[in-house]
């Protein structure tokens, strides 16, 4: 198992603690953190909400979350003396936010006085300024506190400044951590390790040796119970404007100075500022949408999007598909298109990033195909990394070529556990550790280019495309145009 070295003695508050993300994600997490020793043994976790739940009453309510969560069975169980060690770390306490200063009485009672402080948001944006607003009225924000924000951060470049204005009025930049559990996937992070720690890829990573750049998150679900938020979202703020353009930066920015939290930060803002701006007709010539209809599933029937629970069962013009090709206007990326791809009930469940290498510049063997060397690096549901590379086939008579990959599974190669996503970045917010958490310019960076490409959307209408399929015909087009097939095309 993972050995974290442990925090400093930290309150940490979760608004929302009793609400669905805090049991499914945030409580095993930390649990987790806890067993293999990341929590200091005065740490303490306050879950705050309206439920008015006593201590023991939410203890079980968490207990009973943490034995049932997938990321704790995978880890082993949850063993009855870590589990009591941890459930006693926990308190629950009533706060009504938007009401009276004094309801905030009893938190304040509670937070040491001499401790570092964690609030984290697990609620709506609407409400982030105005529970910060209240933190700071009621005296209990210090020096050493720290915000941490979920996701989606506004739904467009103005509500999104407008949130962190309101934010900013009481914690300063530097203590706000916005939060993007993609960042806190074991593969992402070897991204840094991988290009900045071999020294072989370094002269090879850029548009001299790089055809074109691949990434793709596709999921087999539909939005389910989701549709209510998802109808004011769609893919392209739900994954595009954080998760992928995250990804984007990381394979894309410039070797930093240093591995220092700032250093990371200003190379990856470097590169949103230099995607080319897709407006108007650009916007139809590189973007694709898409929206699932129903149909059968491995003999399931699933419904389509506009027949999901919790919308009007009309048309919608909300995309559950983008696809998209974007560029970066610098020296190392000039001529290189990275196209982007999200999508629901899309055929496979899966992450990853191709990096596709141009071809051999001279075919020396006759007749056989010189498929150019790739770089697949899987995100999800398994983490590895594939160098796909030309060999000959075992044999006597005529050299024949065959497709050969070097395979990296972290599964195989270490045989300490990857720590969950969220389980990573909670320790690097009680660490106070903001390297893999987005700043307040580059979040707005993202926004300033994603806003264009959604304006140019409005009055039209996404592809319908089937369940179970590799999206709309409008993303292969978008990709074949120029004599390229995305990766599962190739394989096919």
């Not at 307040?440 to 369940?467: F, K, M, N, Q, S």
Request: negative net charge; contains cysteine.
């Amino acid at each position: 198992m993972p050995h974290h070295t442990a925090s400093p003695p930290t309150d940490l508050v979760v608004f929302g603690g009793t609400g669905d993300l805090a049991m499914r994600k945030l409580l095993p997490a930390l649990f987790l953190c806890d067993r293999d020793g990341g929590l200091a043994p005065e740490t303490r976790i306050i879950a705050a909400s309206r439920d008015g739940l006593a201590d023991a009453d939410f203890r079980d309510k968490a207990a009973a979350a943490v034995q049932a969560s997938p990321a704790v069975l995978r880890a082993g169980d949850a063993d009855p003396l870590t589990l009591r060690r941890f459930v006693e770390r926990l308190h629950h306490v009533t706060v009504d936010v938007g009401g009276d200063l004094a309801a905030w009485k009893p938190l304040g009672d509670l937070l040491h006085p001499d401790r570092p402080r964690v609030f984290y948001l697990a609620l709506p944006p609407m409400l982030f300024g105005r529970i910060c607003r209240d933190l700071g009225a009621a005296g209990l924000v210090t020096d050493d506190s720290r915000v941490v924000l979920e996701k989606p951060l506004g739904r467009d470049l103005a509500s999104a400044r407008a949130i962190n204005e309101e934010v900013g009025e009481v914690f300063a930049e530097h203590q706000v951590f916005r939060i993007d559990h993609y960042l806190g996937k074991e593969t992402v992070q070897n991204l840094l390790a991988l290009r900045f720690a071999n020294m072989f890829l370094e002269p090879i990573w850029n548009s001299r040796w790089i055809d074109h750049v691949q990434i793709t998150a596709a999921e087999t679900v539909g939005v389910g119970g989701r549709r209510g938020y998802y109808d004011g979202s769609g893919a392209m703020r739900d994954m595009v404007q954080n998760h992928l353009l995250q990804l984007l930066c990381l394979i894309a920015m410039e070797p930093p100075a240093s591995f220092d939290r700032e250093a990371v930060r200003d190379e990856k803002v470097k590169v949103l500022q230099a995607l080319r701006p897709l407006t108007g007709g650009d916007v139809a010539e590189h973007t694709a949408r898409g929206q699932y209809v129903g149909g059968t599933v491995a003999t399931q029937d699933v419904p389509g999007y506009t027949d999901e629970p919790g919308g009007s069962g009309g048309p919608s013009s909300t995309e559950t598909f983008v696809a998209l090709e974007a560029g970066i206007g610098n020296w190392r990326w000039s001529g290189v298109p990275f196209y982007l791809r999200t999508g629901k009930r899309m055929a496979r469940h899966y992450s990853e990033i191709v990096v596709q290498f141009r071809d051999v510049p001279h075919a020396i063997f006759p007749g056989q195909v010189t498929a150019a060397n790739r770089l697949v690096i899987r995100l999800q549901p398994e983490e590895t990394i594939h160098l796909h590379m030309l060999a000959k086939e075992p044999g006597a008579g005529a050299l024949r070529l065959r497709p050969a990959p070097l395979e990296l599974s972290f599964a195989d190669t270490f045989a300490e556990r990857s720590p969950d996503a969220y389980e990573r970045l909670l320790m690097d917010v009680l660490a106070g550790n903001p390297t893999l958490f987005m700043r307040r310019d580059e979040l707005e960076a993202a926004w300033r280019w994603v806003d264009p490409i959604i304006a140019a959307w409005d009055g039209t209408a996404p592809e319908p495309y089937a369940p179970g399929s590799a999206g709309p015909a409008g993303a292969h087009h978008l990709i074949g145009r120029s004599g390229r097939t995305w990766h599962e095309e190739e394989l096919a």
